[in-house]
Antibody, heavy 120, light 107 residues
Framework: EVQLVESGGGLVKPGGSLRLSCAASGFTFSSYFMNWVRQVPGKGLEWVSC????????YYADSMKGRFTISRDNAKNSLFLQMNSLRAEDTAVYYC?????????????WGQGTLVTVSS | DIQMTQSPSTLSASVGDRVTITCRASQSIGIWLAWYQQKPGKAPNLLIK???SLESGVPSRFSGSGSGTEFTLTISSLQPDDFATYYC?????????FGGGTEVEIK
């Protein structure tokens, strides 16, 4: 069974940093592109970033470029999102999400999400 | 970037109704469109990929159609479990873009 379990969310002050983690199991993690998608509570879905299976290709939404860094450790079946210079508008549930195929793709599995709250 | 416009934003319907949700892309995306269902407090669930390909395990009352810039999700006979929010997503190119969502509520 595919499982994606996020951790690392919490309360952080504006300008602060946070590192999210996603532990993957039930599939060959190293073979899949992976994404982060976020959702402001009560609002729609917003794609954040995608990383290729071997980390050779990385993509970001424009509003996160330069502040967020996606990475992965295939030996540990883990995906990460380093978030710096956080703003109030980054407050959201962050989902770890598996791409169904290489490149730009639909998302076939999602984690349960981790809530990031940016507030003073 | 490609923009995705979903309509309506809210839809009131009764059990047994036929429901149609529309998603329009600002430029052609071929068939590279997915539909998701999301219930409160839960992660989205993939229903349809490649505009019309039903994901395994998804009831056959769900169907998708369209190509290019206009797409539809149809629920042929709305069931109690279908009251949820639905999102389209383009994956023709990065950045991946979701539509604004359609909340299907009980009439």
């Amino acid at each position: 069974e595919v499982q994606l379990v996020e951790s690392g969310g919490g309360l952080v002050k504006p300008g602060g940093s946070l590192r999210l983690s996603c532990a993957a199991s039930g599939f060959t993690f190293s073979s899949y592109f992976m994404n982060w998608v976020r959702q402001v509570p009560g609002k729609g879905l917003e794609w954040v970033s995608c990383i290729s299976s071997g980390s050779g290709y990385i993509y970001y939404a424009d509003s996160m470029k330069g502040r967020f860094t996606i990475s992965r450790d295939n030996a540990k079946n883990s995906l990460f999102l380093q978030m710096n210079s956080l703003r109030a508008e980054d407050t959201a549930v962050y989902y770890c999400a598996r791409a169904n195929s290489v490149g730009a793709s639909e998302i076939d599995y999602w984690g349960q999400g981790t809530l990031v709250t940016v507030s003073s | 970037d490609i923009q995705m416009t979903q309509s309506p934003s809210t839809l009131s319907a009764s059990v047994g109704d036929r429901v149609t949700i529309t998603c329009r892309a600002s430029q052609s995306i071929g068939i590279w469109l997915a539909w998701y269902q999301q219930k409160p407090g839960k992660a989205p669930n993939l229903l349809i990929k490649k505009a019309s390909s039903l994901e395994s395990g998804v009831p056959s009352r769900f169907s998708g159609s369209g190509s290019g810039t206009e797409f539809t999700l149809t629920i042929s006979s709305l069931q109690p479990d279908d009251f949820a929010t639905y999102y389209c997503q383009q994956y023709n190119s990065f950045p991946l873009i979701f539509g604004g969502g359609t909340e299907v509520e009980i009439k």
